[in-house]
């Protein structure tokens, strides 16, 4: 069983960047595809990007547009995600998960580890 860990986030200004990291404990996280969602208050919860074991294969939500990247370091067991031009309607609690399946996936059900959250809120 994998334990996900994440850290990065923040309040940014409207046009910044920030770095969200999902460290993970317990196993080894090369074994699993990561994904990472988001939900804001009174909202579902919503695809952001996800990598498969190799890194091979990405995805990202219709709104990422370019501005974000998924990536991971398999011998630090983290996968992170640098958001790029944030705009208010990023304010959310984004979420690491992790799933034994072998491509990616935008489905929330897929995925049967999830770390806490942690807030992003972007200023206008």
């Known amino acids: 069983q994998v334990q996900l860990v994440e850290s990065g986030g923040g309040l940014v200004q409207a046009g910044g960047s920030l770095r969200l990291s999902c460290a993970a404990s317990?196993?080894?996280?090369?074994?699993?595809?990561v994904g990472w969602f988001r939900q804001a208050p009174a909202k579902e919860r919503e695809f952001v990007a996800a990598i498969t074991q190799s890194g091979n294969m990405i995805d990202y939500g219709d709104f990422v547009k370019g501005r974000f990247t998924i990536s991971r370091d398999n011998d630090k067991n983290t996968v992170n995600l640098q958001m790029n031009g944030l705009n208010p309607e990023d304010t959310s609690v984004y979420y690491c998960?992790?799933?034994?399946?072998?491509?990616?996936?935008?489905?929330?059900?897929?995925?049967?580890?999830w770390g806490q959250g942690t807030q992003v809120t972007v200023s206008s």
């Open positions: 998960a992790a799933s034994l399946v072998t491509y990616v996936s935008d489905q929330s059900y897929k995925y049967m580890y």
């Open positions: 317990g196993d080894t996280l090369r074994s699993y595809v």
